[in-house]
């Protein structure tokens, strides 16, 4: 595996020049639609800069497929996505995250009791 490959496997933040190449999208409309869709959230480092997580990235797939793809509005993407349920994989993961952190306390509750 190149060098190059293996870095972005297992990067954790992209920046919006990153995240606009990626898309092909200019790095305003990346902010515009920061503002319309409060799903995309990115976090800012100490200087304002915006870091993208791959579930950031993940949302505005979504985003650029309702609106550069299938021609929907702003406001028809927004109406989409709230009707559009939450993905199973995502789901998943949180569920047996949860569902981990629930069986350590319950260890722990275990382990004073004795």
């Known amino acids: 595996m190149p060098v190059n490959e293996k870095e972005e496997t297992e990067k954790l933040y992209y920046s919006i020049s990153e995240v606009s190449e990626l898309f092909d ?3 305003s409309t990346i902010r515009f639609w920061e503002k319309e869709f409060e799903m995309l959230s990115p976090t800012k480092n100490k200087k304002g800069n915006r870091l993208f997580t791959k579930k950031d990235i993940d949302y505005l797939a979504q985003i650029v497929e309702l609106v550069k ?9 927004k109406e989409q996505l709230k009707n559009k349920p939450a993905s199973k994989k995502g789901n998943n993961e949180e569920v047996i995250a949860k569902l981990k952190e629930i069986k350590d306390k319950l260890i722990k509750l275990g382990n004073n009791e004795s």
């Not at 793809?69 to 993407?77: V, Y």
């Open 25 to 27: 999208l200019n790095a």
């Open 69 to 77: 793809q299938k021609g929907f509005t702003i406001q028809g993407a």
